[in-house]
T-cell receptor
Framework: DSGVTQTPKHLITATGQRVTLRCSPR?????VYWYQQSLDQGLQFLIQ???????AKGNILERFSAQQFPDLHSELNLSSLELGDSALYFC??????????????FGPGTRLTVL | AQSVTQLDSHVSVSEGTPVLLRCNYS??????LFWYVQHPNKGLQLLLK??????LVKGINGFEAEFKKSETSFHLTKPSAHMSDAAEYFC??????????FGTGTRLQVFP
C-alpha cells in the first residue's frame, strides 16, 4: 500500500459527460501528479501540482483540468468526454517539488470507461 | 528531448533463472533513471532509481540495474526469477523539466 488513495476505483459514463477523479496524497507529500495510461498512448504525464500551485504540464487536453486544495488532495476534472478518454488514470505523490530525484508513490488508479 | 526505449515488449523466463529487461535512454544531459513495476490491477511501485551517484543501483526484491553512460543503457537484472516477479516493468527517465517520461513497458512472464 503506497499511502496514496484514489476514488472512485471504477467509473463508467457516456460521451459528452463530465467526471471528477479524486486523489489523496501520502501524508506529508506536497507534490501531486496525474498520469493517463491507455493501450495506444501508454503511460503519459498529465500535470503536476505542488502545494496548491500548478508546477508542470504534460500532454493534458484543454477539456481536462486539475486543482490541488489546501488540504493537499487533488481533483482531475474531465469534461466533454470522448470514447478515446477511456483509460486508467493514476495519481502519484512525492515529498518535494523535484520529480527528477524524488520517488513518486502511485495510487491504485481510477479506471474510466466512456461508452 | 529525452526518451527511453524498452527493447523487448515481452520477456519469458523460467522460475529460478536470471532476468534481463533492457532499456536504452536518450538524454542531452545527465539523466535520472528509474524502474517501476506494475502488477495486474495495481498501481506502479518504484523498484530502483539512479540519480548520478553509484552506477550500480540495488533495488527491492533482489533487482538491480547498472547505468552505463557509454552505452546509454540502464538494464534491469535479477539473478533468479520468482513467480511473483510476473508483472509489467517500466523504464523511466526524468527530463530537464523534471517530468517523468515512461517507456512502453516490458511484460515479464515467469514459468514454473
Amino acid at each position: 500500500d503506497s499511502g496514496v488513495t484514489q476514488t472512485p476505483k471504477h467509473l463508467i459514463t457516456a460521451t459528452g459527460q463530465r467526471v471528477t477523479l479524486r486523489c489523496s496524497p501520502r501524508s506529508g507529500d506536497l507534490s501531486v501528479y496525474w498520469y493517463q495510461q491507455s493501450l495506444d498512448q501508454g503511460l503519459q504525464f498529465l500535470i503536476q501540482y505542488y502545494n496548491g500551485e500548478e508546477r508542470a504540464k504534460g500532454n493534458i487536453l484543454e477539456r481536462f483540468s486539475a486543482q490541488q486544495f489546501p488540504d493537499l488532495h487533488s481533483e482531475l476534472n474531465l469534461s466533454s468526454l470522448e470514447l478515446g478518454d477511456s483509460a486508467l488514470y493514476f495519481c502519484a505523490s512525492s515529498p518535494s517539488i523535484v520529480s527528477r530525484t524524488d520517488t513518486q508513490y502511485f495510487g491504485p488508479g481510477t479506471r474510466l470507461t466512456v461508452l | 528531448a529525452q526518451s527511453v526505449t524498452q527493447l523487448d515488449s515481452h520477456v519469458s523466463v523460467s522460475e529460478g533463472t536470471p532476468v534481463l529487461l533492457r532499456c536504452n535512454y536518450s538524454s542531452s544531459y545527465s539523466p535520472s533513471l528509474f524502474w517501476y513495476v506494475q502488477h495486474p490491477n495495481k498501481g506502479l511501485q518504484l523498484l530502483l532509481k539512479y540519480t548520478s551517484a553509484a552506477t550500480l543501483v540495488k533495488g527491492i526484491n533482489g533487482f538491480e540495474a547498472e547505468f552505463k553512460k557509454s552505452e546509454t543503457s540502464f538494464h534491469l537484472t535479477k539473478p533468479s526469477a520468482h513467480m511473483s516477479d510476473a508483472a509489467e516493468y517500466f523504464c523511466v527517465v526524468s527530463d530537464n523539466t523534471d517530468k517523468l517520461i515512461f517507456g512502453t513497458g516490458t511484460r515479464l512472464q515467469v514459468f514454473p
